[in-house]
């Protein structure tokens, strides 16, 4: 595979680090966030506890970069980062940044190596490394390096170096136990240890919910860990099973690629492979690596999906034509197996391999979704399937009988029917955002809905989260599995007027799209 293209990773020699690739979408994913400033002013104006959220990387910035020309020794380096107290070096040509020498470089590619120090540093630089702009948020520099296990971050400014930020520059701000949680999940070289470290999720969730994070936060840094299973899952996977005989991307649908998880998930995934591929030649290996991942992460708490949507079903590990196909039916034939279909593989979102595969195929989709009224029509039919528990005195109305008689549940009567809505405004836009707070966002920019009503439903939609947060810390923390049904009684009369209130917003908007569905506008 070559050496390691991600820099300062914890050194695992008989796996795999992640490719350049990864590396390359997870920056453009990081920029991209970093331009939606619309959404991320809400959640600064929703978080001010959190801190990381509300902290622009420029005030964590507290010194001039330490340089170096690519064609300095490697003893000029170590010299100077010991001179200057640093733990890294960045490699500047030209006015440009080349790459990025930290001290575990010296440490795994010198010294380990017993590599002359008289040699250019360009030699062991990690060269193209990650960046964030100088405009972003600490939160945005927790995500990225705790999805891409990196403890050095350069920050840009434009085309200019601006500075250096750190792991230690985020502990010492605010507590970043998601990105050491990510370092140690790629550290491990087995399912078992892999396993070990994903215990301790349940505990970030507590964290957050401590911090008072809004469950928007909640959800990235969750789902980032997430990620990070799934990524190094498919790194010893491939270990294991030897290199992929052609390209593919591991694709999260659902709750993941919505950065919507909670510590209780199950598993929503899929494989698009190149068109190169042949069933009789490469068939068993993605079956295989499909069944290990799969495996791996039922083993980390995530479960096996009950309707079987993930990669391990041969289904729902194709090529990318085949892929083309099933949402072109899905599109002009949405039938109600098509349309429940939709409600989980129109939300992907790239995890690991080859990203240009889930580019096109989600090009493809908008394209033909955007405008189709027939189609669109019967998304709304199935978006208002998933009501409100309000009863038609405007009460809130709880299960009537069963194990959960007595109770809401806020998943499916709650954070559904919300998600379900933003779903169709972003196919009747045509837009790619994924995560339900973003794609309200640019649905009130292109007037799929009114600012008014976007901003009521990002409001329920983070009362109900992060309802649906505490309510599964406070069972965590009896010593009982999280779940999704509140009774009322765990609320004060206060937050019972908040639910309803919500509920109320969710069904006018519901009662909106209805009537709009039945007078043809879209």
């Known amino acids: 595979m070559g050496k390691p293209t991600s820099h300062d990773k914890a050194p ?79 490699i500047v040509d030209d006015g440009r940044l080349f790459g990025i020498v930290t001290d575990r470089d010296l440490r795994n590619r010198v010294i380990a190596e017993d590599l002359g120090t008289d040699r250019p540093i360009r030699d062991i630089a990690t060269a193209a490394p990650l960046t964030i702009e100088l ?179 041969d289904t729902w590990r194709q090529p990318l034509r085949a892929w083309k196909k099933y949402f072109h039916q899905w599109i002009e034939e949405p039938e109600p197996k098509a349309l429940m279909l939709t409600c989980v593989f129109f939300d992907l979102r790239h995890v690991h391999g080859r ?46 009988k069963g194990e959960h008689r007595g109770t809401i549940d806020l998943k499916h009567t709650g954070v559904v029917p919300i998600v379900d809505l933003a779903r169709v405004y972003a196919l009747a836009g045509g837009h790619p955002q994924v995560n339900t707070q973003d794609r309200l966002d640019v649905a009130s920019q292109s007037r799929e809905v009114s600012e008014d009503s976007a901003r009521d439903l990002r409001d329920a939609l983070e009362f109900l989260a992060v309802t649906r947060i505490r309510h599964q810390v406070r069972q965590m923390d009896a010593g009982q599995a999280p779940d999704n049904f509140l009774a009322l009684k765990e609320l004060s009369n206060f937050e019972r007027t908040q639910l309803k209130d919500a509920f109320a917003v969710v069904q006018t908007l519901q009662s909106v799209l209805g009537q709009r569905h039945q007078a043809g506008r879209f």
Request: aromatic share 6%; charged share 20%; with cysteine.
């Open 12 to 90: 695992a020699p008989e796996v795999p680090a992640p490719d350049r690739a990864s590396a390359r979408d997870e920056r453009a994913v990081t920029r991209t966030k970093a331009e939606s400033s619309g959404a991320e002013a809400y959640q600064r104006a929703m978080d001010p506890h959190l801190g990381l959220v509300a902290t622009p990387v420029r005030t964590l910035v507290r010194r001039q970069p330490v340089t170096l020309p690519p064609t300095a020794s490697i003893r000029e380096t170590a010299l100077l980062m010991r001179e200057q107290r640093v733990s890294s070096v960045l």
């Open 355 to 400: 990203a240009a595969l889930v580019d096109e195929l989600r090009d493809y989709f908008l394209a033909r979704a955007k405008g189709n009224g027939i189609f669109l029509a019967y998304m709304v039919g199935n978006a208002l399937s998933h009501q409100p528990p309000l009863n038609m005195f405007g009460k809130i109305a709880t299960e009537r």
């Open 135 to 313: 405009g972003s948020t600490a939160f945005e520099a927790l995500l990225l390096m705790a999805r891409s296990n990196v403890h050095h971050v350069p920050v840009m400014d434009g085309q200019s170096v601006a500075g250096m930020i750190t792991a230690t520059d985020l502990t010492e701000h605010h507590s970043t136990s998601a990105v050491f949680l990510a370092g140690e999940i790629y550290k491990q070289t087995s399912v078992e240890g892999l396993t070990r470290a994903s215990t301790r999720i349940r505990n970030l969730q507590r964290n957050l919910a401590a911090a008072d994070a809004t469950a928007y936060a909640t959800g990235q840094v969750v789902t980032a860990i997430t990620d990070a299973l799934t990524t190094r899952l498919l790194q010893l996977g491939e270990a294991q099973l030897g290199p992929a005989p052609i390209d593919y991307a591991w694709v999260a649908a659902g709750s993941q690629a919505r950065s919507e998880q909670t510590a209780k998930s199950d598993q929503d995934n899929f494989m698009v492979l190149d068109d190169a591929y042949d069933a009789a030649r490469h068939g068993e290996y993605f079956k295989a690596l499909a069944a290990f991942v799969c495996a791996g992460l039922d083993a980390c708490g995530y479960i096996y999906c009950p309707g079987e949507m993930m990669a391990m079903t």
